[in-house]
């Protein structure tokens, strides 16, 4: 089993900024792709952005692309999600998850993650 906790998240102004940490504790944590993905009230979880076991290689949706930055520190069990010029529509809760992919890649679909946290909540209002 992997656990995985998530923390960082608040309140903040829109174009305000706030970093998520998600870490992980069970197993090995650098053989696993992570992923966060977001839940707005009234919808379905969607996608946010995921990394690579090694973290060469990183995808985003196109709603955050260009203002989120995920990151990770294998040596430190933990993945980081950099959030800048946040908007209300990012309100969310935010969950990270790991998947155990067997190439060095990111990946996107929801179900190809077997583990993930309990989800810290976002909120941009002013």
């Known amino acids: 089993q992997l656990q995985l906790v998530e923390s960082g998240g608040g309140l903040v102004q829109p174009g305000g900024s706030l970093r998520l940490s998600c870490e992980a504790s069970?197993?090995?944590?650098?053989?696993?792709?992570m992923g966060w993905f977001r839940q707005a009230p009234g919808k379905g979880r969607e996608f946010v952005t995921s990394?690579?076991?090694?973290?060469?290689?990183?995808a985003y949706a196109d709603s955050v692309e260009g203002r989120f930055t995920i990151s990770r520190d294998n040596a430190k069990n933990t993945v980081y999600l950099q959030m800048n010029s946040l908007k209300p529509e990012d309100t969310a809760v935010y969950y990270c998850?790991?998947?155990?992919?067997?190439?060095?890649?990111?990946?996107?679909?929801?179900?190809?993650?077997?583990?993930w946290g309990q989800g810290a909540q976002v909120t941009v209002s002013s």
């Open positions: 998850a790991a998947s155990p992919t067997a190439t060095d890649w990111a990946i996107s679909r929801s179900n190809e993650y077997n583990y």
């Open positions: 069970g197993r090995t944590f650098s053989s696993y792709a």
């Open positions: 990394i690579s076991w090694s973290g060469d290689y990183t």
